[in-house]
Every structure is written in structure tokens, then in C-alpha cells.
T-cell receptor, first 115, second 115 residues
Framework: AQSVAQPEDQVNVAEGNPLTVKCTYS??????LFWYVQYPNRGLQFLLK??????LVKGSYGFEAEFNKSQTSFHLKKPSALVSDSALYFC?????????????FGKGTRLSVIA | ETGVTQTPRHLVMGMTNKKSLKCEQH?????MYWYKQSAKKPLELMFV???????ENNSVPSRFSPECPNSSHLFLHLHTLQPEDSALYLC??????????????FGPGTRLTVT
């Protein structure tokens, strides 16, 4: 069975500081990993994904994520946080093993960037 | 968000009512999804359609009935709901379902309150 964990319900960071939102996963095959962001009263928006290749994936709005197979992690990062980055962030995983398994989402991490 | 639209945006219904949620995607995608988002819980996948055929029913109670008349439209028919069904219902679409997953595009959601 596949699963994803976001260990922090809330992350607070000062504007201009680097931010990290953590995600760990568990799959039986190779993982397909995604990050989505949700602003208030909006649906989820795709930020980036890892399918294969380079472990560092660059996405929208200056975000990037690093795939670490040994630590089964896919943490979301940004070098310099903006107040407008404040939102709910979701990590999601799909098992790349046989079959067409659905995407599994984490519970979400609320990021608050303080001016 | 003109890519995936959902109506209504807000719905209040009694437990004996019958109502329907509508989703329309303007992206030329072939897969569509219904999710339930409750506070502090992971996003719950409810149904998946690929080329108008239902491919996933995630043990959803029969009081929720999906309908996919074509690849651009998805409905969720509701009847005799319970208060615990109150949540944000999100529709999403993706190019289709393949071994290597495409990212999903989400609508803004329908905020449902069951009284």
C-alpha cells in the first residue's frame, strides 16, 4: 500500500528566509511524487512533480523539491519566502508499480510567511 | 480558474433533499475525478472516470452517485445525505490515466453543508 506523510501541520517562516515543507512517502515500487498548493477558497494548484531523472525538481513560483530515495522524502523548498506563499501545501504520491493506482494525498501543511 | 469550473460554489441542503454538483473542464482532458476535502483530513478520492468510464469507486456510500455523460462534464448526485457529509467537494481532471501519471487540475470546489 502507498502512503504519504506530512509531519508538520503548520510551518511559520519570516519573509525572505528559506522555507522547507516536509514530505515522506511509502510505496512498493518506484514513486511518482507531486506537490500541490491550495489558496483560500480555491482548488489545488499543481506546483511540481518527480517522475524520474534529476533528483532536484524545479516548479512554479520559484519552488523546488528534492527527491531522496534513501530517506524516502520529497521536501518542498524555496530559497526566499514571500508573504503571498502563505497557503496550504499538499504532497501526493503514486506507486509506480504494476497497475494504475490512484494518487494519495497527505493531510497538508499550512505555511504562514510573516512580513 | 477557467480550466475546471464547478457549480454551485456553495450549497446548503437538508438531509432529505436531492441536489447535484456539476463540474466542467475546458482543457481537453479525458480523466475526471471527485474528491472530498474535510478539515484536517487527507484529500479523499471518491470516483475516477477515464474516457467516460468509471475506473475507481473508493467505497463511497450510495447516497453519492456520479455521472459522466462526456469527457468534459462530471456530476455528483446527492440524496439523503448526513451531516458528516458536509465538506468541500473538489473536481479535478487530467489528460488521462496512464502508467506515468499526469498532473491533475482542480476546480475551486463546492462547499456543501448538510443540515
Amino acid at each position: 500500500a502507498q502512503s504519504v506523510a506530512q509531519p508538520e501541520d503548520q510551518v511559520n517562516v519570516a519573509e525572505g528566509n528559506p522555507l522547507t515543507v516536509k514530505c515522506t512517502y511509502s510505496v512498493s515500487g518506484n514513486p511518482y511524487l507531486f506537490w500541490y498548493v491550495q489558496y483560500p477558497n480555491r482548488g489545488l494548484q499543481f506546483l511540481l512533480k518527480y517522475i524520474t531523472g534529476d533528483n532536484l525538481v524545479k516548479g512554479s513560483y520559484g519552488f523546488e523539491a528534492e527527491f531522496n530515495k534513501s530517506q524516502t522524502s520529497f521536501h518542498l523548498k524555496k530559497p526566499s519566502a514571500l508573504v503571498s506563499d502563505s497557503a496550504l501545501y499538499f504532497c501526493a504520491v503514486r506507486d509506480g508499480g504494476p497497475g494504475n493506482t490512484p494518487l494519495v494525498f497527505g493531510k497538508g501543511t499550512r505555511l504562514s510567511v510573516i512580513a | 480558474e477557467t480550466g475546471v469550473t464547478q457549480t454551485p460554489r456553495h450549497l446548503v441542503m437538508g438531509m432529505t433533499n436531492k441536489k447535484s454538483l456539476k463540474c466542467e473542464q475546458h482543457l481537453g482532458h479525458n480523466a475526471m475525478y471527485w474528491y472530498k476535502q474535510s478539515a484536517k483530513k487527507p484529500l479523499e478520492l471518491m470516483f475516477v472516470y477515464n474516457f467516460k468510464e468509471q475506473t475507481e469507486n473508493n467505497s463511497v456510500p450510495s447516497r453519492f452517485s456520479p455521472e459522466c455523460p462526456n469527457s468534459s462534464h462530471l456530476f455528483l448526485h446527492l440524496h439523503t445525505l448526513q451531516p458528516e457529509d458536509s465538506a468541500l467537494y473538489l473536481c479535478a481532471s487530467s489528460q488521462d490515466l496512464q502508467e506515468t501519471p499526469y498532473e491533475q487540475y482542480f476546480g475551486p470546489g463546492t462547499r456543501l453543508t448538510v443540515t
